[in-house]
C-alpha cells in the first residue's frame, strides 16, 4: 500500500544516490500514511514531508530500468506490468512492521528493523 516499506527505502535511496536519479515508490493499492515511517525516518533525520501513499497508476513516469519490490504481491504485480519492457526487476523481501504487536518500543523496533535492512541492502546495491 505504499505506507511503510517502499517511502522508507525511497527516502534512503534518495540519500546515496545521485540527484539525478529519479527515484519514486508505490504501491499495488492505495494506503494511508503510517505515523510510524514518520518515526523511524525522523531518527535518521529524514521526513517524508508532504508525501502521501500513491499506486503505480499515480508515477507520473511509468520508464524505469530498475523496479525493486519488497513484497510477494508488489513483486507478482512489477512482473505483470513489466512483461513486455526491458525493466529489471528485483525482489528484496522485506518483513512487514505492522504485523508486530506489543509495547510501542516493541512496535518501533520492528519499523527500526526494516529500516536496518533496507540501508544495508540500499548500501550493498548503490554504495553509500
Do not use: C
Not at 540519500?15 to 519514486?24: D, G, I, K, W, Y
Not at 513486455?84 to 504487536?101: F, G, L, N, R
Request: glycine share 6%; aromatic share 6%.
Amino acid at each position: 500500500m505504499n505506507s511503510v516499506r517502499s517511502p522508507i527505502a525511497e527516502q534512503l535511496a534518495r540519500r546515496v544516490l545521485p540527484p539525478s536519479t529519479f527515484v519514486a515508490s508505490a504501491g499495488v493499492r492505495p494506503g494511508e500514511r503510517d505515523p510510524f515511517v514518520d518515526m523511524v525516518l525522523a531518527e535518521e533525520g529524514m521526513s517524508l514531508e508532504g508525501r502521501h501513499p500513491r499506486t503505480i497508476d499515480d508515477l507520473e513516469d511509468g520508464y524505469f530500468e530498475l523496479i525493486v519490490t519488497l513484497s510477494p504481491e508488489a513483486h507478482h504485480t512489477a512482473l505483470e506490468l513489466t512483461r513486455s519492457m526491458a525493466v529489471e526487476v528485483e525482489y528484496w523481501p522485506m518483513p512487514d512492521p505492522t504485523i508486530a504487536s506489543g509495547t510501542r518500543e516493541q512496535i518501533m523496533a520492528a519499523y527500526r528493523d526494516v529500516r536496518e535492512r533496507l540501508k544495508a541492502k540500499i548500501s550493498a546495491r548503490f554504495g553509500g
